[in-house]
């Protein structure tokens, strides 16, 4: 098969920035919205184009009371204007598009997306080298806003296949969130500082979910962003340890008997080893080796259940795995062979079709695509795996499960096309999409208004705003709260 020979941002593991370490995989940055703007590059007005005609057919698609998308839009259109060289975009005149866009904000009803939102407009302040006091002077205080916004998100709110089993994943998630937010400006102190202690807060919510599928998938995150603002000893100073307290309850998994549900059969062996993966990342953060053979051997249980779930699954937990274990010092012990490795993973490429389901196999191929990325191995992305790829989505319309939730497969897709070179793929006209390029099929191919769609349809705003954020520069690669990490079980 050809290569396509992809311009990758990176040369291979050891070439990741932190944020790109911690924040490895497309489902943080997708999902939930953190960690967007990876791999920035040169300003390029072909992509703001882009950009800024797709938030255009989307306007033209879903209606202005979708504060969410708005939001969004006024986001990306400010990145674009501010990361532009040839634009005189002033202080004033940041300050005019920033009352909109907190507008926007403020205008989002449900709780757990408004402070999504105004995480994702402080992280990119931060990323941009904005100054915050556009946020917080004497007019108002927006991240105190966000802050306090996060006690009016009420559990089990989430209504999918997993009902009943969240409890408060989403209010620890939105924590996570505005607290990486608040570190990027140098606002952390306000975490602990005032009258309540929002970590410790915070903390006590992972025993207020229920499933160990999601406390240990949500509570990964929290506890890595806390080993990165520096406050460890909250996690594990005090009376309690609470990273053990997760792997306790991933381990009591079977007692507890609230396995997780995915809108495709997937095998009992993935919902196991997905958190506990996370849950790794999370210790290379702690710095902390010992938890590694807390009550049993973390790395061997892993590589069993690795081995177990099938070759397709496989192509989701490879990254999660890998990147794990580069941050904890393991990958060489663990995956001697990581060309023959990686080349397993990817022989996927052509057996696995993209457009079978939105899910187990929509995801496959932008998992294969990252994992060749961060391991350097562009000659395993081959043109006809891209051609399947951007050719995939009307395959999609096949159930009404898969059409309504087409945003999902598609975002990973423009995401991980943007980060190595490739997204003129999508936005190329094509025969398979008669004579419209992909972006503009799958955009006017949305439900009316959006609304079948729901918060699938937010996937593609943090896709397009994360394509947006990218264009800042690579000057302004990691802000100093990464920069100034350190993961200690590889030094």
Same mark, same amino acid.
């Given at each position: 098969?050809?290569?396509?020979?992809?311009?990758?941002?990176?040369?291979?593991?050891?070439?990741?920035?932190?944020? &790109?370490?911690?924040?490895?995989?497309?489902?943080?940055?997708?999902?939930?919205?953190?960690?967007?703007?990876?791999?920035?590059?040169?300003?390029?007005?072909?992509?703001?184009?882009?950009?800024?005609?797709?938030?255009?057919?989307?306007?033209?698609?879903?209606?202005?009371?979708?504060?969410?998308?708005?939001?969004? !839009?006024?986001?990306?259109?400010?990145?674009?204007?501010?990361?532009?060289?040839?634009?005189?975009?002033?202080?004033?005149?940041?300050?005019?598009?920033?009352?909109?866009?907190?507008?926007?904000?403020?205008?989002?009803?449900?709780?757990?997306?408004?402070?999504?939102?105004?995480?994702?407009?402080?992280?990119?302040?931060?990323?941009?080298?904005?100054?915050?006091?556009?946020?917080?002077?004497?007019?108002?205080?927006?991240?105190?806003?966000?802050?306090?916004?996060?006690?009016?998100?009420?559990?089990?709110?989430?209504?999918?296949?997993?009902?009943?089993?969240?409890?408060?994943?989403? #209010?620890?998630?939105?924590?996570?969130?505005?607290?990486?937010?608040?570190?990027?400006?140098?606002?952390?102190? #306000?975490?602990?500082?005032?009258?309540?202690?929002?970590?410790?807060?915070?903390?006590?919510?992972?025993?207020?979910?229920?499933?160990?599928?999601?406390?240990?998938?949500?509570?990964?995150?929290?506890?890595?962003?806390?080993?990165?603002?520096?406050?460890?000893?909250?996690?594990?100073?005090?009376?309690?340890?609470?990273?053990?307290?997760?792997?306790?309850?991933?381990?009591?998994?079977?007692?507890?008997?609230?396995?997780?549900?995915?809108?495709?059969?997937?095998?009992?062996?993935?919902?196991?080893?997905?958190?506990?993966?996370?849950?790794?990342?999370?210790?290379?953060?702690?710095?902390?080796?010992? %938890?590694?053979?807390?009550?049993?051997?973390?790395?061997?249980?892993?590589?069993?259940?690795?081995?177990?779930?099938?070759?397709?699954?496989?192509?989701?937990?490879?990254?999660?795995?890998?990147?794990?274990?580069?941050?904890?010092?393991?990958?060489?012990?663990?995956?001697?062979?990581?060309?023959?490795?990686?080349?397993?993973?990817?022989?996927?490429?052509?057996?696995?079709?993209?457009?079978? @389901?939105?899910?187990?196999?929509?995801?496959?191929?932008?998992?294969?695509?990252?994992?060749?990325?961060?391991?350097?191995?562009?000659?395993?992305?081959?043109?006809?795996?891209?051609? !399947?790829?951007?050719?995939?989505?009307?395959?999609?319309?096949?159930?009404?499960?898969?059409?309504? @939730?087409?945003? %999902?497969?598609?975002?990973?897709?423009? @995401?991980?096309?943007?980060?190595?070179?490739?997204?003129? #793929?999508?936005?190329?006209?094509?025969?398979?999409?008669?004579?419209? &390029?992909?972006?503009?099929?799958?955009?006017?191919?949305? &439900?009316?208004?959006?609304?079948?769609?729901?918060?699938?349809?937010?996937?593609?705003?943090?896709?397009?705003?994360?394509?947006?954020?990218?264009? !800042?520069?690579?000057?302004?690669?990691?802000?100093?709260?990464?920069? &100034?990490? #350190?993961?200690?079980?590889?030094?």
């Amino acid at each position: 098969m050809t290569s396509a020979s992809p311009a990758l941002p990176v040369t291979g593991l050891d070439d990741l920035t932190t944020e &790109s370490r911690m924040i490895a995989t497309p489902w943080s940055r997708m999902v939930r919205g953190i960690g967007l703007g990876q791999y920035p590059i040169g300003y390029d007005p072909v992509a703001a184009e882009r950009i800024r005609h797709t938030f255009g057919l989307l306007a033209a698609k879903v209606p202005p009371a979708n504060s969410y998308t708005l939001f969004s !839009r006024l986001l990306a259109d400010l990145i674009l204007n501010v990361a532009n060289p040839a634009t005189d975009f002033s202080r004033v005149d940041v300050g005019s598009a920033v009352g909109s866009i907190v507008d926007a904000v403020r205008s989002e009803e449900n709780p757990y997306y408004r402070v999504t939102a105004g995480s994702i407009l402080m992280d990119a302040f931060a990323k941009l080298g904005l100054d915050h006091k556009l946020l917080v002077n004497e007019w108002m205080d927006f991240p105190a806003e966000i802050l306090a916004a996060t006690d009016q998100i009420r559990p089990d709110r989430i209504k999918d296949e997993n009902s009943g089993r969240h409890g408060d994943y989403e #209010r620890l998630s939105a924590c996570t969130a505005v607290f990486l937010a608040l570190g990027q400006l140098g606002l952390a102190d #306000r975490l602990v500082a005032g009258e309540r202690d929002h970590v410790r807060e915070a903390l006590d919510l992972l025993e207020r979910i229920p499933a160990p599928f999601f406390r240990g998938r949500g509570g990964s995150m929290l506890l890595s962003v806390l080993s990165l603002l520096g406050y460890d000893e909250y996690v594990s100073g005090g009376p309690r340890d609470y990273l053990k307290e997760v792997l306790d309850h991933l381990d009591r998994a079977d007692e507890v008997n609230l396995p997780p549900a995915f809108p495709q059969p997937m095998t009992e062996a993935f919902g196991t080893i997905y958190p506990l993966l996370t849950m790794l990342n999370a210790i290379a953060m702690s710095g902390r080796a010992e %938890y590694l053979t807390y009550r049993k051997d973390r790395l061997a249980e892993a590589k069993e259940l690795l081995g177990r779930i099938d070759p397709v699954e496989r192509t989701h937990m490879a990254l999660y795995y890998l990147v794990a274990l580069h941050n904890l010092g393991r990958l060489a012990t663990e995956v001697p062979d990581l060309d023959a490795f990686v080349e397993d993973v990817l022989g996927q490429w052509e057996h696995a079709d993209p457009g079978a @389901n939105f899910f187990r196999n929509g995801i496959a191929y932008p998992y294969m695509i990252e994992t060749a990325m961060v391991t350097g191995r562009p000659d395993l992305i081959t043109e006809r795996g891209l051609d !399947r790829l951007v050719d995939s989505y009307p395959d999609l319309d096949r159930t009404e499960l898969d059409r309504t @939730n087409r945003p %999902y497969p598609f975002s990973y897709a423009l @995401n991980m096309l943007g980060e190595i070179g490739e997204a003129d #793929r999508l936005f190329a006209p094509s025969a398979r999409y008669g004579g419209r &390029s992909a972006v503009a099929w799958v955009v006017d191919h949305l &439900s009316d208004g959006g609304r079948a769609e729901g918060n699938r349809l937010y996937m593609l705003d943090h896709a397009l705003v994360s394509y947006a954020l990218r264009l !800042r520069g690579p000057d302004r690669a990691e802000t100093e709260l990464f920069r &100034s990490f #350190r993961f200690r079980l590889t030094s």
